[in-house]
């Protein structure tokens, strides 16, 4: 038997300059994103900056591929929040030529799945999400935990 790769997965979007200085338009498909740059910077920091959008990208993952993952091995799961805190410490850069996250902190809570289940499933996200996998290279610190709470029943208790 032969093993036949994955299908190369090929993501592209784009981003652009506004009337309002660091303000972009960035564009998914046929879905357009304000994005501001930090106040820092001297941008407006109204819309979600740059690494918030990363960030959010991260957690939307880790969401998204539990679901996916809990469905294809039969896990219970009714609920799943994912909260990524990412911290920037311009003196302490584990790659002193780029600016990258220097600690980033993922918090899954699940609803449904045991203990075993839910660890299962966020070392299933750990190994197929990209965005995560770009993070857990780059970042100087990575840490993920998750805490999981009983379903709910059909009598609401």
Not at 11 to 25: L, N, Q
Not at 106 to 113: K, L, S
């Amino acid at each position: 038997m032969t093993m036949t790769a994955p299908p190369l997965r090929t993501y592209e979007v784009s981003a652009e300059s506004t009337d309002t200085f660091g303000r972009v338009r960035g564009v998914v498909r046929n879905h357009v994103l304000l994005i501001d740059g930090p106040r820092h910077n001297g941008a407006p920091g109204e819309w979600p900056t740059p690494g918030e959008t990363l960030l959010t990208a991260a957690a939307a993952c880790g969401a998204e591929v539990v679901q996916v993952l809990a469905r294809d091995t039969g896990v219970a799961l009714d609920h799943v929040v994912v909260h990524v805190t990412g911290t920037i410490d311009p003196e302490k850069q584990p790659h002193p030529s780029v600016t990258v996250f220097s600690a980033v902190a993922f918090f899954f809570r699940m609803r449904g799945p045991s203990t075993a289940e839910a660890a299962a499933l966020v070392g299933g996200f750990q190994r197929r999400c990209p965005v995560f996998g770009s993070l857990a290279v780059a970042s100087g610190r990575l840490d993920v935990n998750f805490v999981t709470e009983p379903a709910i029943g059909n009598g609401g208790a």
